[in-house]
C-alpha cells in the first residue's frame, strides 16, 4: 500500500517537472532559440556542445 502511493507520487512528480520544464523552454522554441531573448530566459543548454565534442555525432560508440 505505502509503495504504491510512492509510486503515484513520484509520478506526479516526474509529470510536473516535465510540465514545468516544457514552459521553461516554450518560449525558446518558439523564438528558435534566438538572440538576446535567449540569454534572457535561460535557453542554454550543453547537450549540443558535448554531443559533438564527444564524437557521438560520428556513430561510433567509444
Given amino acids: 500500500m505505502l509503495t504504491n502511493k510512492v509510486s503515484k507520487l513520484f509520478v506526479l ?3 510536473l517537472s516535465s510540465f514545468l520544464s516544457l514552459l521553461k523552454f516554450n518560449y525558446c522554441r518558439a523564438t528558435n532559440w534566438a538572440s538576446p531573448g535567449n ?3 535561460a535557453c542554454y543548454t550543453d547537450i549540443p556542445a558535448l554531443f559533438s565534442e564527444r564524437d557521438l555525432d560520428t556513430n561510433i560508440f567509444p
Avoid: C, G
Wanted: no cysteine; proline share 0%.
Fill in 39 to 41: 540569454y534572457v530566459h
Fill in 13 to 15: 512528480t516526474v509529470l
